[in-house]
């Protein structure tokens, strides 16, 4: 079975840390390494007038960045998946968003 888990964040040395955790409890638990993909860094920029009826030149300008990584885990013992998940639920810290992706294998016959 494969799972995928998305792990989001706007503080980066958060995520670098709760990943570390992860990666460290994978290798006790299954042995192996657990394959971490960096994604694309999402940015949001805002710009707002400071005085809407003197200045239109004077701005100010904000940015949010949201850090994002891909971990892939591909096991077919349901008791150490399980563990897994219910560890990211129990120490996920706050500021932290986690989506989990399951992927089936499906076999279609061609008539």
Same mark, same amino acid.
């Given at each position: 079975m494969k799972f995928g888990l998305t792990i989001r964040s @706007? #503080? /980066? &040395?958060? *995520? /670098?840390?709760? *990943?570390?955790? *992860? =990666?460290?409890?994978?290798?006790? +638990? #299954?042995g192996s390494e657990l394959?971490? +993909?960096?994604?694309? +860094?999402? =940015? /949001?920029?805002y710009t707002i007038l400071r005085s809407p009826h003197v #200045? /239109?030149?004077s701005r100010d300008q904000w940015e949010i960045r949201? @850090?994002?990584?891909y971990c892939q885990i591909q096991n077919e013992n349901e008791k150490q998946i399980q563990y897994i998940l219910d560890y990211i639920l129990r120490h996920i810290p706050?500021? +932290?968003? &986690? &989506?989990l992706h399951r992927y089936q294998k499906v076999h279609?016959?061609?008539?």
């Open positions: @706007h #503080d /980066k &040395v958060l *995520l /670098k840390s709760f *990943l570390q955790k *992860l =990666k460290s409890t994978w290798s006790e +638990i #299954d394959s971490v +993909i960096g994604l694309p +860094i999402k =940015k /949001k920029r #200045d /239109k030149k949201k @850090h994002s990584y706050g500021g +932290i968003g &986690v &989506v279609f016959e061609m008539k």
